[in-house]
């Protein structure tokens, strides 16, 4: 129906969707700027951060592989107009996993599962990513291990975590896909994602390395890398399996050790 001024957008058609996903279906509101149909703005303040990572897990974990450098603008969250609902993803993911992680665990994570998968650099290689992930799965199929529901690829269980090493984009073409994915990865199963931070995840080295020009590229102007920051400064340092492994990028640096001296259990 005709509506004018519709939050900030001016005269808008306003349409209500239905969302058809692997849970209920769920209404949306759409806001189309009149004589501009292909423009459309969806309200991403309507989802809740489960189905914004639902959406992103169903785009990347097959339709991206299929694209190539000349056609990401296919991938619907890659389309014109996108950029407010990956931003709006990118907060929630922020404000409702990692900020109460981190007060609650500050920058280390306890690996509790019987089985930790460790993964190391993926610095923007997708197809890397995807293949581990598949291996995994194949390794472990008969484990008994529950698959995260809407995933072809993820085990969600207790029996088993993933542990990433750290830098996940720059030098690769696929950083903001892959970044995207294992977020979403870890807002539908956050206990079974431990994401620790690398060297690679601030925005000193993505001007150098190219991952500020991958952002350009794919979204303009719409995305800024302080909003990825914002998200990447959260994520743990170490990963600690008690009487079997500590996992950090960088490794343990004289001066970690002076720091650390005497404080066990810190």
Known sequence: RQSEHVGGYGAVCLEVCTLLHSKEPQEAVVFREVGHAQQCQLAAEHFSLQELAMDFMEQLETSALKLTKVNYEDLPLMKEGKASKVAEFLKKVKDEV??????????????????????GDL???????????LVIKE??????????????????DPGIQYVFMGDYVDRGER?????????AYKAQCPQGMVLLQGNHETSSLWDRYGFAKELRWK?????????????????????????QFMALHGGLSPELERACAGKDGR
């Open 98 to 119: 990692l900020q109460p992680e981190v007060d609650q665990h500050r920058f280390s994570r306890e690996v509790t599962s019987n089985i930790a998968v460790v993964i």
């Open 123 to 133: 610095h923007g290689q997708l197809f890397n990513l995807i293949s581990y992930f």
């Open 139 to 156: 390794r472990y199929k008969d484990a008994g291990f529950t698959m995260l529901d809407g995933s072809s690829l993820l085990f969600c």
């Open 175 to 183: 950083g903001v896909e892959l970044l995207l994915l294992l977020l």
């Open 219 to 243: 979204f303009g102007r719409d995305l800024s890398t302080t909003q990825i920051e914002k998200v990447v400064e959260l994520l743990p340092y170490v990963a600690v399996s008690p009487g």
